[in-house]
């Protein structure tokens, strides 16, 4: 077979991703600071954008409620600004960039570690290697290893933001139960394991509580030492003679207890980095209305308004004679639009997504966290008729206030087991794992369940699910197999 060079004509379709079909998705998964920090360097860049402090009117209805039903968009947006239409050069200005969805944190010295630069070049990892990991975000990656059950998983983040740099719990379970409108023993629960998250003392309520965690470690409180936390202003004294009465034991022994004590920290917390106190100000607010609905509405606070100056490019335009200059203008004038639409369609995007999950989580906004509805990124990507990455690019670092609190979007996603009925309703992951873990703990010696008795008892309770999944939860409740577990009952007798 001879080999020959040739030339050939060949049709075809593929998917080009444009400098500005980037640009575009960059600034959807962009949080509100990283939004801040681009627009800036923008104006700094583009002499054809200026910013404007002017709102535009625009014909929306002043306050407008989210029902199940409806979804129309609220964000304040030029009308040729939102239809994504060319600028008009003979006018001032040509479309002013849709309000942000979230509001500036007060100190913008913060900045998450998805920074995209102006270029689009990759966030410098190594620029940024030797900042410390603080304390908040230790605890949270803790969190994911210990909580797969959304509930518990809101709970911890919730008890994450009320810990002080010391690594102290400054709020009480009582609040923390009736803010989420969950139990005090679901609260509790969730504590009592975060207790003995690392470093050791952490979510203590204070000095006593945060020693006796760290010696509970150590497998050294015994009824000595816990009479000797007991008397703290003693200890602070050196008084040996009193403790020595009080605890019962020698004067050796108190000494001993004391070098104990001072090898302690007293302020687990301060060993990490910390970042400047801020406030979140949320993406999304969601409140109640008269007539029971939700409304849903942007943070109109956050992203300084831009405009495409028209009358300055077309005053500059008259005066270029040099084709660079021409070019140069002409690069600026698409820049400027394309960032004006690209900020509106943020916005609007984001006030779609939430209001879905409002749509989706309304028992959870009603009746509390007990209630939170396993909805996945799927499921809201087809009712808004999205692609799924696009759900997902939004519900990153962007935030919802509501009268539960404040919460990051992605939180109100989880896996879902699809109902054995046509008609049934789907049940979360998490339900179906603590099912499989009481019928677990329910069985006798005598009556060990396999892996298939568990899928024949949940498909008698609507749950259809496959034997592969049963035994991929068994092992991440770290379950064994029914033979170890039948081998461990007869050693037991």
Known sequence: MALMQKLSLKLGQSLVMTPQLQQAIKLLQMSNLEIQDFVEAELERNPLLERTDVGVEVATPKEETSTPS???????????????????????????????????????????????????EAYDFAANISREITLSEHLTSQLSMHFKNPVELLIGQYLIGMVNEAGYLTGDVASV????????????AVLSVMRKFDPPGVFATDLKDCLSIQLQELNHYDPA????????????????????????????????????????????????????????????????ANDGT???????????????????????????????????LTECHAQASWLVKSL????????????????QQDAFLVLGVQHLRPITLKLVADAIEMHESTVSRVTSNKYMSTPRGNFELKYFFTNAIQSASVDGDSHSAESVRHRIR?????????????????????????????????????????IQSSVGRRREARAKR
């Open 294 to 328: 939700w409304v849903v509405e942007l943070n109109s606070d956050a992203l300084p308004r831009v405009l495409v100056n028209n009358q300055y490019m077309a005053k500059v335009s008259r005066g270029a004679q040099k084709t660079e200059d021409k070019l140069f």
């Open 70 to 120: 409806e979804t129309e968009n609220s964000s304040a947006v030029d009308a040729k600004g939102a239809d994504g239409d060319g600028a008009d050069l003979g006018s001032d200005s040509v479309a002013v960039a849709a309000e942000s969805s979230s509001s500036s944190i007060l100190d913008s010295g913060s900045r998450s570690s998805g920074q995209v630069s102006l270029d689009g």
């Open 344 to 359: 509106d369609q943020r916005a609007k995007t984001i006030l779609k997504v939430a209001r879905e999950i409002v749509k």
């Open 177 to 188: 139960a009736e803010m989420l409108g969950s139990d005090i023993a679901k609260v509790q």
């Open 225 to 288: 030492m816990a009479i000797l936390l007991d008397h703290l202003p003693l200890v602070a004294k050196r008084d040996f003679q009193a403790l020595k009465n009080l605890c019962g034991v020698s004067l050796e022994d108190v000494q001993d207890m004391f070098v104990e004590l001072r090898n302690l920290n007293p302020k687990p917390g301060h060993a990490f980095g910390s970042d400047p106190v801020v406030a979140v100000i949320p993406d999304v607010y969601v409140r109640a």
């Open 438 to 478: 009481e019928m677990i703990g329910n069985e006798t010696a005598n009556n060990i369940l396999s892996d298939d008795d568990i899928v024949a008892a949940l498909k008698a309770a609507n749950i259809d699910i496959a034997r592969r999944t049963v035994a991929k939860y068994r092992e991440s409740l770290n």
